[in-house]
């Protein structure tokens, strides 16, 4: 049997109970959502059918996901180059629950 390369990643959590939620925006726009739970895990929730400049956004995000979980550092830079790189809400601590089913659903 092959072994199958995976790439570094974070890992998640499930999407019930409190957690940190973040909005980020491309010119009013929603791209999606990033989630965290207590640093034990993170979440990011992009928003089907984006506009051509929200999809950007939306690469910008997964590609600072991927290289800082690559090159092995902490989830709270990634957070942190994440907020500096994008417009966003204020992040805001509320329940998790439902939020992955509205934004694939």
Not at 19 to 34: D, P, Q
Not at 38 to 56: I, M
């Amino acid at each position: 049997m092959d072994p199958v390369y995976t790439p570094p990643a974070y890992a998640g959590h499930d999407y019930a109970g409190p957690g940190e939620i973040v909005t980020v925006r491309c010119a009013g726009e929603v791209v999606g959502h990033l989630t965290r739970k207590d640093w034990t895990g993170l979440g990011w929730l992009p928003r089907p059918g984006l506009s051509e400049d929200a999809g950007t956004v939306r690469a910008i995000v997964e590609d600072v996901l991927r290289a800082f979980a690559r090159d092995g550092r902490p989830m709270v830079e990634a957070w942190a180059e994440i907020l500096n790189l994008t417009q966003h809400d204020r992040p805001r601590a509320a329940p998790l629950d439902g939020l992955r089913a509205v934004e694939n659903g």
